[in-house]
């Protein structure tokens, strides 16, 4: 595969910032500040803070944590104790609360009738929730877990769209010092309990429903399965989203937000448990992925206040839903004081371009969305900037997957020039971004901006080697804060060690290929489990999507390479085909030449087969590695777990062309 750092010479950039713009931002005066007090490098912009960020990994998150002003109520007696991995040690002997920090700007008289939350349905019109509001509701609710018999450490679990109560939930949940853990209510009995028997919560907030698409969708049934199979539950607090009652024995929302209360916030251990995420779970049951107070909260105001240069006067939006870690990070925004902007909806209701509307209707500063979405509105034609006035839209973000080459221009041409792009890419293992935004640095296409500061983020050979202009492993040399603390049920660490220590042992193996290039951004080829390797030439999935998915007759496509015991390799590619589009002979061609072409005549697959659909786990993403399974013989109920994808049905034609093939 080759790199842009193996092409020559080095493209101009599609974007870059202005003078202005890199001055005014708040990772240059972080850079200024952490000069004159902490001994970073005042020049050399952004790759010299960065060095100095790995190298200095104590001062760098000692200084992250002053120019944040977190209030630690016990002192720490040094800032990384233990830099082991897994096992480091932040902060130690610190207490402080995640919840305080995120309403600390309805502190101030100045901004507490600012809008806190916008929340936006299918309607599409904005409702806002000021700052002090919030602070009220989750002051109330907190006194009320509190009532109910919540401790710290207890489990608090939400069946809940993205909604402003959600976010209440999840603050009262922290400020009381217990663990908060969420799913979204698309999510089946069957996936919910897979996520939340592991972790027995003693609360569960349920809404009776959701809006779709344009439909209701009545989810009562499912709550009745969760209150009978969650025997741990002492409470269950009914949310009326669809306006029904409050079924018997559940408490309703509107009598637990109603009072006075001034919050009272725990103050906790760094290391105190905040929330479970919690990983596909798509081989086997879902990892429970345990992050700490103390941990996120370092790791998201570095994220979200130098990165994404997020502060008071912004306004943040990304589409997601609670089901996945990036509701986490978007509530995160409340620690800067911007304003967060809820949707709950379809993407693309009423019409593909639905989003940008939200983006224009809430004065979005920064809009997230997915690779996927992006795409989507290419194909589909849409004219954001024609349609929409995005002249507050500062910054567009991708995550999800890789945005490829056609993404970027797309993003450029289509809402304006001056466009920040950042295309991001990190884990729910660490609630964050190894790779992505940087305001003052330039965006080359199909390229991430750079390392994230205090990540030490290496590309590595088999052999450990670090490389750079070629493909390797993503792997972390160096702790971060909000790598998790453990996972649930894995008493002696065995699981954790296995998922990320086992290849290189003391180094985090994310699982992803990716090239380091020489000026220091980063490209992401897709997940190395399920690598192409062809005559010894390792190809990312990504890439053939990319080349596969700008053809307008395929909707979606879906790579697997299959090790045959005779030593052979049989590597088809499926497709899902735009409505009216046939998979003939002249289709096929036209594929195959694109792959040739494009990318490597290795890589050209041995069938081509139409599907009825691409098989996703719930947050979205292909789903690959089971597939491959499929395709090898494992019957379906040993190489999936049914709770963990989107359409179980589908599945049944890989088992099926696992067997035709076999």
Same mark, same amino acid.
């Given at each position: ?54 190298? &200095? ?62 929340? +936006? ?30 401790? !710290? ?115 906790? !251990? ?200 070629? +493909? ?83 909707? &979606? ?39 040739? &072409? ?65």
């Amino acid at each position: 595969m080759t790199s842009p750092a193996n092409a020559a010479p080095q493209p101009a950039p599609l974007w870059q910032p202005s003078p202005e713009r890199i001055a005014g931002a708040r990772i240059t005066a972080f850079q200024t500040w952490a000069a004159e007090r902490y001994g970073a490098p005042a020049e050399g912009g952004y790759e010299a803070l960065h060095r100095w960020s790995v190298t &200095e990994l104590d001062t760098f998150w000692k200084a992250v944590a002053d120019w944040f002003d977190v209030r630690f109520s016990t002192p720490y007696e040094t800032v990384l104790a233990d830099r082991s991995m897994p096992g480091a040690q932040w902060f130690p002997g610190a207490t402080l609360n995640y919840a305080e920090h995120a309403l600390r700007t309805a502190e101030d008289p100045a901004r507490a009738d600012d809008a806190a939350l916008l929340h +936006v349905d299918e309607t599409h019109e904005p409702v806002a929730t000021s700052w002090a509001e919030l602070r009220r509701q989750v002051g109330s609710l907190a006194a009320e877990l509190r009532a109910l018999g919540v401790r !710290p450490g207890d489990r608090v679990s939400g069946y809940l769209p993205n909604v402003p109560q959600a976010v209440t939930a999840l603050l009262a949940t922290a400020a009381v010092g217990a663990v908060w853990t969420s799913c979204a209510p698309d999510f089946g009995a069957r996936s919910v309990l897979d996520r939340f028997q592991q972790v027995e919560p003693v609360v569960l907030f349920a809404v009776d429903g959701y809006r779709y698409g344009g439909k209701e969708h009545d989810r009562t049934d499912v709550v009745s399965e969760l209150r009978r199979e969650l025997p741990t539950l002492r409470a269950v607090v009914h949310i009326p989203l669809l306006g029904t009652p409050a079924p018997q024995g559940t408490l309703a929302w509107p009598s637990l937000t109603e009072s006075d209360n001034e919050p009272v916030f725990e103050q906790v !251990p760094f290391d105190h448990p905040l929330w479970v995420l919690y990983s596909s779970g798509t081989t086997g049951l879902p990892k429970a992925i345990v992050q700490s107070q103390g941990g996120i909260l370092l790791e998201h105001f570095k994220q979200l206040g130098l990165h994404c240069d997020l502060g008071p006067e912004d306004r943040f939006f990304w589409y997601t839903s609670t089901g996945w870690m990036m509701w986490n990070f978007l509530v995160s925004g409340l620690l800067t004081g911007t304003t967060v902007v809820l949707y709950d909806g379809s993407p693309g209701y009423p019409e593909t371009g639905a989003q940008w509307g939200v983006a224009e209707r809430t004065g979005a500063t920064l809009f997230g969305t997915s690779a996927a979405y992006v795409m989507a509105c290419r194909k589909a034609g849409v004219h954001p900037s024609r349609d929409h006035d995005l002249s507050r839209v500062k910054c567009v973000a991708t995550t999800g997957s890789p945005l490829p080459p056609d993404g970027f221009r797309w993003l450029h041409d289509e809402v304006r020039e001056d466009l920040w792009i950042a295309s991001v890419s990190g884990g729910t293992d660490v609630c964050s971004c190894f790779a992505g935004a940087v305001p003052t640095l330039p965006v080359h296409i199909g390229e991430l901006q750079a390392a994230c500061l205090g990540t030490d983020l290496q590309s590595w050979d088999p052999q450990g080697k670090p490389v750079v202009g070629e +493909v390797g492993e993503l792997v972390v040399v160096n702790p971060m804060p909000s790598m998790p603390i453990r996972f649930w049920n894995d008493p002696d660490g065995s699981r954790y060690r296995d998922s990320y220590f086992e290849m290189f042992p003391g180094v985090w193996r994310h699982g992803d290929w990716i090239t380091i290039t020489d000026h220091g951004s980063v490209v992401i080829h897709g997940r190395s489990d399920s690598t192409l390797n062809r005559q010894g030439v390792r190809m990312g999935s990504a890439d053939i999507y990319e080349v596969v998915e700008r053809l307008p007759e395929i909707r &979606e496509s879906l790579v697997i390479g299959i090790e045959e015991p005779d030593g052979g390799y049989w590597m088809p590619l499926f497709v899902h085909l735009a409505e009216g589009a046939v998979l003939d002979d002249a289709l096929r061609t036209k594929v195959k030449q694109a792959i040739r &072409e494009q990318l490597s005549p290795r890589h050209v697959p041995d069938e081509i087969i139409e599907v009825p659909g691409v098989p996703h786990t719930l947050t979205g993403k292909r789903i690959e590695v089971p597939v491959k399974r499929l395709l090898q013989g494992t019957p379906l109920e040993k190489a999936v777990n049914p709770g963990s994808v989107d359409n179980l049905d589908l599945l049944r034609f890989y088992e099926a062309a696992g067997r035709k093939h076999g």
